[in-house]
């Protein structure tokens, strides 16, 4: 764990106060789409602007968790963090979807203490020992995350909501994509639809083209989006919502964020 | 030995025609000589395909059976998107191993499984070839069932298939 704090607290430390938007976080799966269990799929999970190149800083995965599809928890195996990502393999022991997230909520403080600005990035739960009582100028902030991808064994299952920050439901399933068909996926926000959402789909290989190329959609009243796939390849969903309904006691402000990586199949 | 082929033609149409009341479907499909380096002979499914782009009926699935290789099958894409992926492979009847290069000629009975329990309308047939460091191409023949008259329709692959014909004899 205090490999986790000491990388945030590096990744901060890169950022001017105040404009702190990490780089785009992503776990990339070598394979979504599997014949039969008892194989192994590897994943690289890293927060790089380029995707899905792997050149900034590597996701910390202390949060990670895999859930198989009859909703037990899976260890994922030969975890590594190197410089520039993570890594590690899942055994996929049985058919059906899996889900691999790293999800969880941080908590990030700032105040003055003396004059001089502080700030403290940590879980919830160890708030009240990092925050001097005496902190002037507090401001909290609860950061609300789930990045993650999808792997199906043979026909894709049923993915279960956990109620918890933004989630996908799939109407779509996400191992199920192709060119020129349109997916639909609902957003939720607590469990609940999320309407007036803005979710941005970005193509991979952003490295090798001029611009993004983002697509800038926007959910309907039941959180619904529809989105028509232009070419084949991994693509990356960004979401964020930023309002005061944060659920960690004593806090108010919360950003809760949203990343999923597709991969969309050739006809 | 020009006639003699000539002869012994015949004598197969007239058996065939003999067999009065057997509708059938049939299938004639080339593998292409494809000159590269290194050739592995394509996966290939062939199934009837529903207006809703189920699988109305499986009727070949060729891959490799040496060693264990339904790993691979997923790259046979839309045969495993549309069904493939609920079926446990191998199946008596329907799986096989991988062909040559060459001409194929696969025959099905209209009134016997899988063809037997085709509902009335319009189909397509689909057959997809995908081989390993090589592409994969799909070609799809629209045809109506039950068959009413004799017809014969053919296309041309461009890539992983030469000819593919379908022939329906009522």
């Given at each position: 764990?205090?490999?986790?704090?000491?990388?945030?607290?590096?990744?901060?430390?890169?950022?001017?106060?105040?404009?702190?938007?990490?780089?785009?976080?992503?776990?990339?799966?070598s394979?979504?789409?599997?014949?039969?269990?008892?194989?192994?799929?590897?994943?690289?999970?890293?927060?790089?602007?380029d995707?899905?190149?792997?050149?900034?800083?590597?996701?910390?995965?202390?949060q990670?968790?895999?859930t198989?599809?009859?909703?037990q928890?899976?260890?994922?195996?030969?975890v590594?963090?190197?410089?520039?990502?993570?890594?590690f393999?899942?055994?996929?022991?049985?058919?059906?979807?899996?889900?691999?997230?790293?999800?969880?909520?941080?908590?990030?403080?700032r105040?003055?203490?003396?004059?001089?600005?502080?700030?403290?990035r940590?879980?919830?739960?160890?708030?009240?020992?990092?925050?001097?009582?005496?902190?002037?100028?507090?401001?909290?902030?609860?950061?609300?995350?789930?990045?993650?991808?999808?792997?199906?064994?043979?026909?894709?299952?049923?993915?279960?909501?956990?109620?918890?920050?933004i989630?996908?439901?799939?109407?779509?399933?996400?191992?199920?994509?192709?060119?020129?068909?349109?997916?639909?996926?609902?957003?939720?926000?607590?469990?609940?639809?999320?309407?007036?959402?803005?979710?941005?789909?970005?193509?991979?290989?952003?490295?090798?083209?001029?611009?993004?190329?983002?697509?800038?959609?926007?959910?309907?009243?039941?959180?619904?989006?529809?989105?028509?796939?232009?070419?084949?390849?991994?693509?990356?969903l960004?979401?964020?919502?930023?309002?005061?309904?944060?659920?960690?006691?004593?806090?108010?402000?919360r950003?809760?964020?949203?990343?999923?990586?597709?991969?969309?199949?050739?006809? | 030995?020009?006639?003699?082929?000539?002869?012994?033609?015949?004598?197969?149409?007239?058996?065939?025609?003999?067999?009065?009341?057997?509708?059938?479907?049939?299938?004639n499909?080339?593998?292409?000589?494809?000159?590269?380096?290194?050739?592995?002979?394509?996966?290939?499914?062939?199934?009837?395909?529903?207006?809703?782009?189920?699988?109305?009926?499986?009727?070949?699935?060729?891959?490799?059976?040496?060693?264990?290789?339904?790993?691979?099958?997923?790259?046979?894409?839309?045969?495993?998107?549309?069904?493939?992926?609920?079926?446990?492979?191998?199946?008596?009847g329907?799986?096989?191993?991988?062909?040559?290069?060459?001409?194929?000629?696969?025959?099905?009975?209209?009134?016997?499984?899988?063809?037997?329990?085709?509902?009335?309308?319009?189909?397509?047939?689909?057959?997809?070839?995908?081989r390993?460091?090589?592409?994969?191409?799909?070609?799809?023949?629209?045809?109506?069932?039950p068959?009413?008259?004799?017809?014969?329709?053919?296309?041309?692959?461009?890539?992983?298939?030469?000819a593919?014909?379908?022939?329906?004899?009522?």
């Open positions: 764990m205090k490999n986790f704090y000491g990388k945030l607290a590096l990744a901060l430390m890169a950022c001017a106060p105040g404009a702190c938007l990490a780089a785009r976080a992503w776990i990339l799966p394979q979504t789409i599997v014949a039969r269990a008892g194989g192994w799929v590897t994943f690289d999970a890293a927060n790089s602007d995707l899905f190149s792997f050149n900034q800083a590597a996701m910390p995965i202390d990670l968790r895999v198989a599809p009859d909703g928890a899976v260890t994922p195996q030969n590594a963090t190197a410089k520039t990502r993570s890594s393999d899942l055994e996929l022991r049985t058919a059906g979807t899996y889900r691999v997230a790293v999800a969880g909520d941080s908590v990030m403080a105040w003055e203490e003396e004059g001089k600005p502080k700030r403290w940590g879980l919830p739960a160890e708030m009240a020992a990092n925050i001097p009582a005496t902190a002037a100028k507090l401001e909290v902030e609860q950061a609300q995350r789930r990045v993650e991808a999808f792997v199906t064994v043979g026909a894709p299952t049923e993915l279960k909501s956990s109620g918890v920050g989630e996908l439901v799939p109407h779509t399933h996400p191992n199920d994509l192709y060119v020129g068909e349109a997916a639909k996926f609902r957003f939720l926000l607590d469990g609940k639809p999320a309407p007036n959402l803005t979710v941005e789909v970005i193509a991979g290989g952003t490295r090798y083209r001029d611009s993004p190329q983002a697509m800038v959609l926007k959910t309907d009243k039941d959180g619904m989006v529809s989105v028509t796939w232009p070419a084949s390849g991994f693509y990356w960004d979401a964020l919502v930023e309002d005061e309904k944060a659920t960690v006691p004593n806090v108010r402000k950003r809760a964020t949203y990343n999923a990586t597709l991969e969309v199949l050739p006809q | 030995m020009i006639r003699l082929s000539r002869a012994l033609l015949a004598l197969i149409a007239a058996a065939a025609a003999g067999g009065a009341g057997a509708a059938d479907l049939s299938l499909l080339e593998i292409p000589n494809l000159p590269v380096a290194e050739y592995h002979r394509p996966y290939v499914a062939i199934w009837v395909e529903s207006p809703e782009q189920t699988i109305a009926a499986n009727l070949a699935v060729w891959y490799q059976l040496r060693g264990d290789h339904t790993k691979w099958l997923p790259d046979l894409r839309q045969w495993w998107r549309r069904g493939g992926r609920d079926l446990k492979v191998p199946v008596d329907l799986t096989g191993a991988t062909r040559p290069v060459g001409q194929h000629i696969l025959k099905f009975d209209a009134a016997a499984p899988p063809l037997a329990t085709l509902a009335p309308g319009k189909y397509t047939l689909v057959v997809e070839a995908v390993e460091v090589g592409g994969r191409e799909a070609v799809r023949i629209p045809f109506e069932w068959i009413k008259a004799a017809r014969r329709e053919a296309v041309q692959g461009t890539t992983e298939l030469g593919v014909a379908l022939t329906l004899n009522p």
